[in-house]
């Protein structure tokens, strides 16, 4: 069974920092383009990054660009979303999701973790 | 940026009827385009991609069609296990991958 589980939120002051973590299991997280989709209290879904399976692309929503970063280690299964220069409109439930591939492509997300909160407040 | 728009906002429907939720994508995404289902205090799950494919264990009264710009989601039967808030979400022309604002279907 494909679980992802995510860790790592909590109630931050603007301008901090914070590390988002996903674990992941039951299939070869290796093989998988991987994204961090976050949802604001009461709004809808919006795509923060990706990573390419080996690591060696990616990709950012402009309003996070330069201030987060996404990073994975695939011997530990792990996907991870550095976090910087917070501010209130960061504040979301962060979830961690697996791309499908088709021939190289990447397309839609199949399987979504729990989410973990990130507060942004001081 | 290909902004996606879906109406109605909310729909209220009663038990047994047909819903006919709509998106629209600012300019073609061919057929990549899939449609979540996220229920009250849960995470999104994938219910249809490829405009009209059913992903594994999605009931049968969950159908998608459309094509280009235009795209519907209908359930055939509304259940009272499908409340919830639908979203579309294109990924034709990446980055950023984009969804749709969100229909809350509302049971009568």
């Known amino acids: 069974e494909v679980q992802l589980v995510e860790s790592g939120g909590g109630l931050v002051q603007p301008g901090g920092s914070l590390r988002l973590s996903c674990a992941a299991s039951g299939f070869t997280f290796s093989r998988y383009w991987m994204s961090w989709v976050r949802q604001a209290p009461g709004k809808g879904l919006e795509w923060v990054a990706n990573?390419?399976?080996?690591?060696?692309?990616?990709y950012y929503v402009d309003s996070v660009e330069g201030r987060f970063t996404i990073s994975r280690d695939n011997a530990k299964d792990s996907l991870f979303l550095q976090m910087s220069s917070l501010t209130a409109e960061d504040t979301a439930i962060y979830y961690c999701?697996?791309?499908?591939?088709?021939?190289?492509?990447?397309?839609?997300?199949?399987?979504w973790g729990q989410g973990t909160q990130v507060t942004v407040s001081s | 940026e290909i902004v996606m728009t879906q109406s109605p906002a909310t729909l209220s429907v009663s038990p047994g009827e047909r819903a006919t939720l709509s998106c629209r994508a600012s300019?073609?995404?061919?057929?990549?385009l899939a449609w979540y289902q996220q229920k009250p205090g849960q995470a999104p799950r994938l219910l249809i991609y490829?405009?009209?494919t059913r992903a594994t264990g999605i009931p049968a009264r969950f159908s998608g069609s459309g094509s280009g710009t235009e795209f519907t989601l209908t359930i055939s039967s509304l259940q009272s296990e499908d409340l919830a808030v639908y979203y579309c979400q294109q990924y034709k022309d990446w980055p950023p991958l984009t969804f749709g604002g969100g229909t809350k279907v509302e049971i009568k």
């Open positions: 990573i390419r399976q080996d690591g060696s692309e990616k």
């Open positions: 490829g405009a009209s």
């Open positions: 300019q073609s995404v061919i057929s990549n």
């Open positions: 999701a697996r791309h499908i591939t088709i021939f190289q492509v990447v397309t839609n997300f199949d399987h």
